[in-house]
């Protein structure tokens, strides 16, 4: 009797092979913090990029957003000097920023608005600016102010007054703080509008606009882990 041939083919077959196991991606790796001196150097370049963006806006006649605008509108009105202005708008801020945010940010923000305030003051001894164009004044300082607050916000600090309370939104309600800030801006160029009808109010909602929507596109909640 002949063995059936196929019979043992298909039992002699090869043994199915087990299909892998999907890999689960871990937690991705926490960031490294960023250094002292890290953080020292970055801080002052913010600083300075901030005062020279205020120095621009403030040369073509505008404001801004913030209590940096608050203050260039107190100063448009009355004539006082920036520096003063705003450091006098700003500090009550902080007792905010005490209770929300810590010590550690509390203190490097009031060193940051300081320093900037001084810096504001000191710029037309060493950068006079005889004619601006308004809308460059508009576009490139608030561009100035925004990148400044995005190196200052990771680096744990900012300019005081509105920013806290943006970061706060961003942080305890998940809102983006450029979006916060650009509502509480235009509180401010609206009151300078009121009081400055025309071509200069328009600049000032514009440059605010420009300053908010570049800090909303690089400052996300959970984008930049550095500490």
Not at 100 to 109: A, E, L
Not at 119 to 137: C, K, N, S, W, Y
């Amino acid at each position: 009797m002949r063995p059936n041939l196929r019979s043992e083919t298909r039992s002699s077959g090869p043994a199915s092979v087990a299909a892998p196991a999907p890999v689960v991606p871990g937690p991705a790796p926490a960031a490294p913090p960023h250094g002292h001196i890290e953080n020292v150097v970055s801080t002052c370049v913010g600083i300075t990029i901030a005062a020279l963006g205020v120095h621009l806006m403030q040369a073509a006649g505008l404001v801004t957003g913030g209590t940096a605008g608050a203050a260039l509108l107190v100063s448009h009105i009355a004539g006082w000097a920036f520096g003063p202005v705003f450091l006098g708008i700003t500090l009550p801020f902080m007792v905010l920023a005490i209770s929300r945010k810590g010590w550690p940010f509390t203190i490097r923000t009031i060193v940051c608005v300081v320093a900037m305030s001084a810096l504001v003051q000191a710029l037309p001894h060493v950068l006079t600016i005889e004619r601006i164009d308004p809308l460059f004044g508009a576009i490139v300082g608030n561009t100035l102010a925004s990148v400044a607050l995005v190196v200052l916000f990771r680096h744990g600090a900012s300019l005081g007054g509105f920013n806290v309370l943006a970061l706060i939104a961003q942080e305890r309600l998940g809102w983006r703080a450029g979006y916060v800030q650009l509502v509480l801006d235009g509180l401010v160029v609206g009151i300078f509008a009121l009081l400055n009808p025309g071509w200069l109010a328009v600049l000032s909602l514009l440059g605010a606009a420009v300053m908010n929507i570049l800090l909303a596109f690089n400052h996300r909640p959970g984008r930049y882990l550095g500490a």
